[in-house]
């Protein structure tokens, strides 16, 4: 649990020390690499891990700009990641129960 509080943290300073610049997709990859059993089971619940990465992918996308350009790379991953279940993936925020106001989907409009 200590490595999932320091990663968030490394996280948010990340973002930090980026002002002004769009979220770059590797930030958001990492945030959701976990979430990835979640998404190819397509039931049951996410975990922790995943669930921390979904509130730092909140904590990264505060801005409009920040929350078309993070949705522009889920769909890039998963158009990668073609196993992906898309049921779950569009309830992965709810499960996780944050607001995260991004659609956590392959065929998303972003510009929404």
């Known amino acids: 649990m200590k490595g999932l509080v320091i990663l968030a943290l490394v996280v948010v300073a990340l973002v930090e020390a980026m002002p002004g ?13 976990f979430c990835i ?14 669930c921390l990465g979904v509130r730092n992918l909140q904590v990264l996308t505060l801005t409009t700009a920040d929350r078309r ?4 790379c889920i769909k890039a991953v998963g158009a990668r990641i073609p196993f992906i279940n898309e049921d779950a ?10 607001d995260l106001n991004i659609p956590i989907s392959r065929t998303a409009d972003c510009q929404r």
């Open 69 to 72: 350009a993070a949705c522009e």
């Open 89 to 98: 993936a569009s309830s992965l925020p709810q499960k996780c129960g944050v």
């Open 37 to 50: 059993p979640f998404l190819a089971r397509g039931d049951g619940f996410p975990s922790p891990t995943c």
């Open 21 to 33: 610049e769009a979220v770059d997709c590797r930030l958001v990859d990492a945030s959701l690499a």
